[in-house]
């Protein structure tokens, strides 16, 4: 019960910096009103999706190097198929692209079953093969997007009752966040899997011994993740109307942000929200220096610096927080 | 990789075979690496001679440095993802800096990034205990956000090679390459360290057992902490012998080189997860690759093959390597 109202205090606390921070950027820039709330939001959309993919993983008590690779494997893909293609063939391309991320997920996690090596080491090279995969099928930048996908982002969506002003902090990018990770999250965190999800994160060998099947779960835990790491691919091409060969800096937002929203990385813990909640303070912070008009490469330095001494501060947290005796 | 030619055989002959290569890992590599040069001269009749030979070794000797630094950290079951950006600043910084400054002051400066992202990088493993993949990855964005910066502040000034670094990284003497000069004794100096000194046998007790490492009185962060500056100074020689090598400064200069170095401390028969092997393989393995490298461009394999390739080998040997082990 308390670890229950500890974790909920944390994500509650991850809310209110977000709001601080809000407030701050309010008062640096008074004119910050919703369209560029709405901006912010589509910043965000690849880091919520690359943050919902370790999320998965790190529970299971594993982790995946090859997110971010992943992610561009799945745009440059997504991209290079709708170059000069209909807009419907687009409604062929979303789901072919999301199915193979799921595919390539899954293969992680088999590869981890079969081979017995670590986590760590596959989903790195797996990294690099998803890597070549991407400078493979595009070269260079390059590549299109249909229309409609890259109006589903933009602007809000109106609702009915509402009234404009309130209408207009309710972007389109936020509506599909919210819906694509609900879509999954929801039923999984009620189900069966979800409940072995966490218990393999938790333990594996007690996970074992109450008939959890360790290796279907930590499978479908790496597809589940390859999917969202495909949502994330998606939308980068939405949002850029192009696929980049060249993985982003996701791999390291998402395990800080992963961090930074109460996820122990050893497993078992946690939930998908404070992550996302996190990766808005991440992008915020980084909205504020950009407003306060600091050098662009400057900023990159800072936010650096922020997710290497979050990542640090939560390895310590759980060093301290191991009761003595429990090492692995 | 050979083992799979001996497959066919009878299996007790196999399963010697296989002691033989758990005992002697340095015979069948070379094996390999005979192998592939002979692919070679069949693919291009006449290709391997005294020049190619002189330039084989002249590209393997940064590689094989670099992998001297996987090779030491994956000791203690760490990695150390953040020699290409340090081995890349300290080669822009030589280069801008020879333009103004004494050549000795220069060094001194190209050195200061290394010693002090290698004592980010062991504090941040040995201290705070963040996983080593993680914390170099995050040290390297940042050195990178750095140079962005730096850059900048230069970028009037020009740059130059230091006839010096020219010398050693391209010139060659009686047909030897002069970088022969620097890595000869560094080599001896690394195995001598690995395998005589105390230090050395630090790194594979704490790699191979860390509690038990701990519980003998090793202070596991000053062990570590020196390890991962020893790594970035190496990296940073390398970046100074690299630029003579390929004579263009640029942001990007010694990053491709991350990904092979991994992979020849893999090949070589270092085990990922520490405590085993040594650097006379890896410097093997760096040959190897090199040489397989000549062999992919002559194949006309594109850049994302090639990545895919080492991904698959760095899975498929440490797979195989796990077998090994298991059977012993």
Redesign the interface.
């Known amino acids: 019960m308390t670890r229950f109202f500890r974790n909920q205090g944390w994500v509650a606390g991850l809310f209110a910096l977000f709001v601080l921070l809000f407030v701050l950027t309010k008062l640096i820039q008074p004119g910050y009103g919703s369209g560029d709330f709405g901006s912010l939001v589509r910043a965000v959309l690849p880091y919520a999706f690359a943050v919902a993919a370790q999320t998965v993983v790190v529970i299971a008590g594993g982790?995946d190097?090859s997110v971010a690779a992943m992610m561009a494997l799945t745009s440059v893909t997504a991209a290079s198929m709708m170059n000069g293609a209909s807009e419907e063939y687009a409604l062929f391309v979303v789901p072919f692209v999301l199915a193979m991320g799921l595919v390539l997920g899954a293969l992680n996690g088999i590869?981890i079953v079969v081979?017995?090596?670590?986590d760590?080491?596959?989903t790195?090279?797996?990294?690099?093969?998803l890597?070549?995969?991407?400078?493979?099928?595009l070269?260079a930048p390059g590549g299109a997007a249909a229309d409609w996908l890259k109006a589903s982002i933009v602007g809000t969506l109106p609702i009915p009752g509402l009234p404009d002003s309130i209408d207009a902090w309710v972007p389109k990018a936020l509506v599909l966040l919210v819906v694509c990770l609900c879509i999954i999250w929801i039923p999984l965190r009620r189900s069966k899997l979800g409940l072995s999800i966490y218990a393999i994160g938790s333990s594996e060998l007690a996970a074992f011994r109450s008939g959890v099947p360790v290796a279907r779960t930590r499978i479908i835990a790496y597809a589940l993740s390859g999917l969202f790491a495909a949502m994330g691919g998606l939308t980068l091409t939405m949002s850029t109307g192009i696929g980049a060969?060249i993985p982003g800096?996701y791999?390291?937002a998402s395990?800080a942000a992963v961090v930074l929203g109460g996820v122990a990385?050893g497993g078992g813990k946690g939930g998908l929200l404070g992550p996302i909640v996190a990766v808005f303070v991440l992008r915020l912070v980084r909205t504020d220096l950009t407003l306060l008009a600091i050098?662009p490469?400057?900023t990159?330095?800072i936010e650096?610096?922020i997710?290497?001494a979050v990542?640090?501060?939560g390895?310590?947290i759980?060093?301290r927080g191991r009761p003595a005796g429990a090492?692995p | 990789m050979s083992s799979s030619a001996t497959m066919p055989q009878p299996v007790s002959l196999g399963r010697r075979v296989k002691r033989f290569m758990a005992d002697r890992p340095l015979v069948p590599l070379i094996i390999l690496l005979v192998i592939l040069v002979v692919i070679l001269q069949i693919l291009r009749p006449g290709i391997v001679n005294e020049r190619w030979l002189a330039n084989t070794v002249k590209f393997a000797i940064p590689l094989a440095i670099l992998a001297g630094c996987q090779t030491m950290t994956m000791l203690t079951g760490g990695i150390d993802l953040s020699v290409g950006t340090v081995a890349t600043m300290s080669a822009f910084i030589m280069a801008t800096q020879i333009v103004s400054q004494d050549p000795a002051v220069a060094f001194l400066l190209a050195m200061m990034p290394a010693i002090l992202i290698g004592l980010?990088n062991g504090i941040?493993v040995g201290v705070?205990?963040?996983?080593p993949?993680?914390?170099t990855?995050?040290?390297s964005?940042?050195g990178?956000?750095?140079l962005?910066?730096y850059q900048?502040t230069v970028i009037a000034s020009g740059a130059k090679i230091p006839d010096f670094l020219n010398w050693l990284g391209t010139g060659l003497t009686y047909g030897f390459p002069n970088a022969l000069l620097l890595f000869v004794p560094l080599a001896v100096l690394i195995v001598f360290t690995l395998r005589r000194t105390g230090f050395g046998r630090l790194l594979y007790a704490v790699g191979d057992n860390e509690?038990a490492a701990r519980l003998s009185g090793v202070r596991y962060w000053q062990v570590i902490t020196a390890l991962y500056v020893i790594s970035s100074l190496l990296a940073g020689i390398t970046g100074l012998l690299y630029i003579g090598l390929i004579k263009a400064p640029s942001l990007s200069l010694a990053e491709p080189l991350v990904?092979p170095s991994?992979a020849a401390a893999v090949i070589g028969g270092t085990s990922?997860?520490g405590g085993r092997g040594g650097y006379t393989g890896t410097i093997i393995g760096a040959l190897i690759l090199t040489v397989l490298t000549t062999l992919l461009t002559i194949l006309q394999m594109?850049?994302?093959?090639?990545?895919?390739?080492?991904?698959?080998i760095?899975?498929f040997v440490?797979?195989a390597y796990?077998r090994i082990v298991e059977e012993r």
Request: hydrophobic residues 65%; glycine residues 10%; proline residues 5%.
């Open positions: 982790i190097l590869l081979t017995r090596v670590p760590i080491v596959v790195l090279a797996t990294l690099f093969v890597q070549g995969a991407a400078l493979l099928v070269g060969p800096p791999l390291l395990v990385l050098d490469n400057v990159a330095i650096g610096a997710m290497v990542v640090m501060f390895a310590f759980t060093i090492m | 980010i941040g705070f205990r963040v996983h993949l993680i914390m990855l995050g040290t964005l940042i990178t956000g750095c962005q910066v900048r509690r990904l991994v990922i997860f594109p850049e994302g093959a090639r990545r895919i390739l080492f991904g698959l760095v899975l440490t797979a796990l």
